[in-house]
């Protein structure tokens, strides 16, 4: 996912959350979702929160949610949404 905000140490789990230097982009069926925060757990090894807004024009249903960081993009996973 990226450097983070202060730089992880190889072979050692990091103490306290770290902030991803640079945001991925996230759509949800689509369009593009606000990013609200990234980071690195603490206490984790290559666990990563994001937490993101849901666009308000997103439909009911079961929409796809495509992360992006630079050229590589995750699978497209499902988040059902219900307003």
Not at 12 to 32: C, F, R, W, Y
Request: aromatic letters at 2%; glycine letters at 12%; proline letters at 8%.
């Amino acid at each position: 996912m990226g450097a983070t905000t202060p730089a992880l140490v190889p072979g050692q789990l990091p103490t306290e959350t770290a902030p991803l230097a640079t945001l991925p982009v996230v759509t949800i069926g689509g369009a593009n979702a606000t990013v609200l925060s990234a980071v690195v757990g603490a206490g984790t090894a290559g666990v990563y929160q994001i937490n993101v807004q849901v666009p308000a024009a997103t439909a009911n249903g079961d929409q796809q949610v495509v992360v992006q960081v630079g050229t590589g993009s995750s699978a497209p996973l499902i988040l059902t949404v219900q307003k």
